[in-house]
């Protein structure tokens, strides 16, 4: 009985931002605990070998290519996929970017564009689901955050800024719809060896860091998400709401 909390057979799951990285990670596992997934980003090419991968494992997957930072694609890509696939049980807003440089020379462009990809379409995405999941009073919504969510670090400010919006608005959204049947939850990676930490996994100075910074002692692997993903898609956490899950090897739990 206490397995079939985990189950996630007759689901359907969207993540966004999963064509590599922690959100492919993420879609393929909730496809393993059998939802039907549908992948999201901007290049339509990456989403067709992502889905091909998924499918070749004979997952239960699709794909849908649309722009997360605007709301009018959002409604219309949410419509077309409740239409064609079927209700959007689970929501992972994943999608995210990272820019690098001194808060005193960073760009007016790149922080706009860190908060349109990062806090604005999590939110586009939540609504346009939202929603629909409150008359069908059910439904979970995952927000990818950061341990930026906590903690600040250097060069990264604007990043640390969006990432501290995305723990905010789940607390925020948990509040507002958790009378009507939805859990809106977020999980906050540590660091990770994903392209966009790219920079970072080839700087033998900054893993050296970050070895003796995390308790655990190494960087993240991609497929310890996934237990914290299935577990806030699944009934496992119907009675969780507003929480930010820290995947971090104990990173925030040290000084």
Known sequence: MSLQLFD?????ALVTGSSQG????????????????VLNGRDAGKLAKAEAALRAEGLKTSSAAFDVTDPAACEQAVADIEASVGPIDILVNNAGKQHRAPATEFPDEAWHD?????????????????RRMIPRGRGKIV????VQSELGRATIVPYTATKGAV???????????????????????GYFDTPLN????????????????TPAGRWGRLDELVGAAIFLSSSASDYVNGHMLMVDGGMTAAV
């Open 8 to 12: 996630l057979t007759g689901r359907v």
């Open 22 to 37: 922690i959100g492919l990670a993420i879609a393929a596992g909730l496809a393993r605990a059998g939802a039907t997934v």
């Open 114 to 130: 860190l908060f349109r990809t990062n806090v604005d379409s999590a939110f586009f995405m939540a609504r346009s689901v939202g």
């Open 143 to 146: 927000n990818i955050g950061s």
């Open 167 to 189: 723990k905010m608005m789940t607390r925020g959204l948990a509040t507002e719809w958790a009378k009507h049947g939805l859990q809106v939850n977020g999980i906050g990676p």
């Open 198 to 213: 790219k920079a970072l996994v080839d700087n033998p100075e900054f893993s050296a860091w970050l070895c003796a910074r």
